[in-house]
Nanobody
Framework: QVRLVESGGGLVQPGGSLRVSCAAS????????MAWYRQAPGKQRELVAT???????NYADSVKGRFTASRDNAKNTIYLQMNSLQPEDTAIYFC????????????WGQGTQVTVSS
């Protein structure tokens, strides 16, 4: 059974930093592309960052230069380091995993709330 569990969300002041984690179980990291999405109140879920099994990353323009995705395959865990946080970064952050080969099964975590406010 595949399970993705996010942690590390919370309340942070504008300009601050936060790191969220996603612990994966039931999957072999090298067979999956991992990603972070977020969903703000009243908005659609949007892609924040992707990270391949080899560690290659891509970012949404809105977070480039501020957010860094990484993964520890030994721990089956991915991370999202978020710096220079702004109120518009407030959202629920979701972990996502998708098989790199057919049938491309995909999975979501339950999300972790990140609130940027003074």
């Amino acid at each position: 059974q595949v399970r993705l569990v996010e942690s590390g969300g919370g309340l942070v002041q504008p300009g601050g930093s936060l790191r969220v984690s996603c612990a994966a179980s039931g999957i072999i990291d090298s067979y999956y592309m991992m990603a972070w999405y977020r969903q703000a109140p009243g908005k659609q879920r949007e892609l924040v960052a992707t990270i391949t099994s080899g560690g290659s990353t891509n970012y949404a323009d809105s977070v480039k230069g501020r957010f860094t995705a990484s993964r520890d395959n030994a721990k089956n865990t991915i991370y999202l380091q978020m710096n220079s946080l702004q109120p518009e970064d407030t959202a629920i952050y979701f972990c996502y995993a998708r098989e790199v080969n057919p049938p491309f099964w995909n999975y979501w975590g339950q999300g972790t709330q990140v609130t940027v406010s003074s």
